[in-house]
């Protein structure tokens, strides 16, 4: 047994140090809310266009001072494109769905928020509070594209999921799931790319 421990240690230590390689070669991103802190891993490798997009957001202080206006309890939280008055930020250009590559909408990860054209997303995203399976890509038609979840929440979901539990009602311009308490993102800062 002891010759066998020897002898799979090589390999046990080339996979800790690839595994802690491609974890280190993810941007990472930390957000300060008036609520408590969180920070999300990106995915470039299977959301490339959509994570430079969010990373170019993120470099021009687009998210600082805006609000999460959208609250739904077991389902997600959404911000980025509104500030404390609802006043709606200007975007860039939409970007394309990439949905079909591969990271479902579990619990814990960010997806872009889009309309109903699937091609529309721009500096909207929420992070889901469960699996939201249908949220998934099934097929490339105007109902099957589903929501690009680009990376995941790797610390502060404790955050987060308080934010999904906080009380909602109408606000602004929405008749419903706007937190009564605003949770604001006082900074959202690129920590490692």
């Known amino acids: 047994m002891k010759n066998l421990i020897m002898a799979l240690l090589p390999f046990m230590a080339i996979f800790a140090v690839v595994g ?9 991103v930390h957000f300060k809310t008036n609520m408590g802190d969180f920070t999300i ?4 490798e299977y959301a490339p266009s959509t994570v430079a997009n969010f990373l170019q957001y993120v470099r021009d202080g687009h ?3 805006l609000i999460f206006h959208r609250v739904i309890k077991a389902f997600m939280v959404q911000g980025g494109g509104f500030d404390d008055k609802y006043n709606k930020k200007p975007t860039r250009e939409p970007i394309e769905n990439e949905a079909d590559k591969g990271i479902p909408n579990e619990r814990g990860t960010i997806a872009m928020a889009r309309t109903g054209d699937p091609h529309s997303a721009t500096n909207q ?12 890509h099934s097929s490339k038609t105007q109902q099957g594209w589903g929501y690009t979840a680009f990376g ?3 610390d502060g979901m ?3 999921g308080r934010i999904s539990l906080m009380e909602t009602g109408a606000g602004g311009p929405f008749g419903s799931d706007v937190p009564i308490e605003q949770v604001v993102i006082e900074k959202a800062e690129i920590i490692s790319e």
């Not at 995203?125 to 998934?136: E, S």
């Open 20 to 28: 802690s390689l491609e974890a280190a070669g993810k941007p990472k």
């Open 41 to 44: 891993e990106l995915e470039p």
């Open 63 to 65: 998210y600082d001072g």
């Open 125 to 136: 995203f929420f992070i889901n509070v469960k699996f939201n399976g249908f949220l998934n």
């Open 152 to 154: 995941r929440v790797i």
């Open 158 to 160: 404790n955050i987060v």
